[in-house]
């Protein structure tokens, strides 16, 4: 059963996303259509990378997913239909591939579907679907595309190591106010060496405790442990970590080994 997810900051209140959707299914009836998320601030890619790489490999290999952030006609930019891990990306080269991809992709192709006048505006919903259509349905990239062998680049903020400091930052803020940083366990391990460790962060608060889940302390409590994206989180046990922390996207964390 082919399936194709929707990453998008179209939000819910407009057309917007009944048009993508009924494009779709006009094209391909028996398609799965999942919605990742459709409430990606509005031309965000960094946000919308960071939920599809760590959600997309869920999915069966095989899985479209079409990427609806900055995608409005634009003489700079190229739309390209990208093969990645056994699955496949359609979405506009403005930096989300390098930001999503740990490692280069398998094969790559600009494009060339003709587009629709009366889509001129929206080409989400005509060259997007017309591609993961396509390749939903068993479609080859070559058929829908130039092949090319590099995309726009964006980089990630990565942490650093200073002595025995790891300085990251804030890169998201789930829909439960924890606040994820930019320090991957991998990288975490790396450096700890199984010493002790404070973290520190604003308003000059601590931790010294990696936990396995939130309900390790008692509710109202903060916490920090790894989270199903790998990254830690700073969190609040039933509560809003973000607001009662002051913490925001960009705020500086350290964490001092002992």
């Given amino acids: ?3 194709i997810t929707l990453t998008t900051d179209l939000g ?8 993508l959707k009924g494009s779709i299914l006009s094209l391909l009836p028996g398609v799965t259509i999942v919605d990742i998320t459709h409430s990606v601030a509005a031309f965000n890619t960094q946000q919308a990378a960071f939920i599809l790489k760590n959600s997309f490999h869920y999915f069966p290999a095989g899985t479209v997913h079409l990427i609806g952030i900055d995608t409005v006609f634009n003489t700079h930019t190229r739309y390209l239909a990208v093969a990645y891990k056994g699955h496949f ?3 506009a080269d403005n930096g989300i591939f390098s930001l999503m991809f740990d490692a280069g992709p398998t094969e790559m192709v600009e494009l060339n579907i003709m587009q629709d006048l009366k ?3 929206f080409p989400l919903a005509d060259i997007f679907v017309k591609a993961a259509c396509h390749l939903a ?3 080859s990239l070559t058929e829908i595309g130039i092949p090319i062998v590099e995309t726009e680049k964006k980089m990630n ?4 190591v200073d002595r025995n ?13 924890n606040v994820i940083t930019n320090i991957t366990k991998d990288f975490f ?7 002790r460790f404070v973290l520190y962060f604003k308003r000059n608060e601590t931790i010294t405790h990696l936990s396995w889940h939130y309900n390790e302390v008692p509710e109202g409590e903060k916490l920090c442990l790894f989270g199903i994206s790998d990254h830690l989180e700073i969190a609040i046990n039933k509560g809003n970590a973000s607001g009662l922390l002051g913490l925001n996207l960009g705020d500086s964390v350290i964490i001092d080994f002992q």
């Fill in 1 to 3: 059963m082919p399936i």
């Fill in 12 to 19: 819910d209140k407009d057309i917007y996303q009944a048009a």
């Fill in 89 to 91: 990306f359609v979405g």
């Fill in 119 to 121: 889509f001129l505006h």
């Fill in 137 to 139: 349905g068993g479609g």
């Fill in 157 to 160: 903020l990565q942490p650093v």
């Fill in 165 to 177: 400091l790891i300085r990251g930052m804030v890169i998201y803020i789930d829909s439960f106010q």
């Fill in 189 to 195: 391990n790396q450096v700890q060496h199984g010493r």
